[in-house]
């Protein structure tokens, strides 16, 4: 049986395909180029995250929404006002267990998570840490377990 979760971030996943790292063309918007391998290094560096214990499988593009985080949310109390970008993707693992930490079903998830460093794009909240957070003040992800009827 596959269990999916969900993952929910203030930092920029958005899926580019820019996977080379060498310098891009002359007729390539440099600026722009930097912008979306940063993002598409922040998305590789989640789904390795999730890799350390579990293969994902069928898992939905990452998708930009507004969110108001003066609404309730389950963000870091650091991020309570105003509309701002987030993006959010699923996957399935096979073996939810692979996460328990013995006190949270995705606790090893969140945990693995913690103080992993990410990159800066020009389309999130300035006042990020450049690293992943998971604590009550400034989590800037987090994961839900979703249950099938």
Not at 73 to 79: A, E, M, W
Not at 110 to 135: A, C, F, H
Request: net charge negative; proline share 3%.
């Amino acid at each position: 049986m596959s269990h999916r979760i969900g993952c929910f971030t203030l930092f920029d996943i958005t899926k580019t395909g820019v996977l080379n790292r060498a310098r891009p063309p002359d007729d390539v918007d440099f600026d722009l180029w930097i912008n979306q391998r940063a993002s598409q290094c922040n998305f590789d560096t989640i789904l390795q995250i999730v890799s350390l214990r579990a293969q994902p499988d069928n898992m939905t593009m990452p998708a930009r929404t507004v969110l108001d985080l003066s609404q309730n949310h389950s963000f870091g109390l650091n991020y309570n006002t105003g509309s701002t970008f987030i993006w959010t993707f699923d996957f399935e693992v096979q073996n939810i267990s692979v996460f328990n930490d013995g006190t949270d079903i995705l606790g090893s998830l969140y945990s693995d998570s913690q103080g992993v460093p990410m990159v800066t794009t020009t389309n999130q909240l300035k006042n990020l840490e450049l690293i992943l957070d998971v604590t009550k003040q400034k989590r800037n992800i987090y994961f839900v377990k979703y249950n099938y009827e």
